[in-house]
């Protein structure tokens, strides 16, 4: 398997019963879209609370938003995730 890496074979992969870089490729649109219209989304959102709280600072509004994003940086994607779906599936 190592000895395939130069070459681009990346191996077998039995559970999608497919060679690995195929099924690789098949789904980076997909992949590569979900990220576009995430920091469509997220950095318009973090520029505008950045300022919001950079112009209040040490304000009920500046700590806030250090809260969030101190979490949001800290908190592993995987346990976000978990949350995310508990919240969505409930409401």
């Known amino acids: 398997m190592v000895s395939q890496a130069p070459a681009w074979g990346l191996g077998y992969s039995p ?3 497919d060679a690995v870089l195929p099924s690789i490729l098949r ?3 997909v992949t590569a879209e979900l990220t576009f219209y995430s920091l469509l989304l997220f950095i318009p959102l973090g520029i505008i ?3 919001i709280a950079g112009s209040r600072p040490n ?3 500046d700590f806030r938003f250090r809260l969030a994003a101190f979490i949001a940086t ?3 994607t995987f346990v976000l995730a978990i949350i995310l779906m508990a919240v969505f599936m409930y409401s």
């Open 15 to 17: 559970l999608m019963d």
């Open 74 to 76: 800290s908190l592993p």
């Open 27 to 29: 789904r980076t649109p």
């Open 59 to 61: 304000k009920s509004s």
């Open 49 to 51: 609370s950045g300022v």
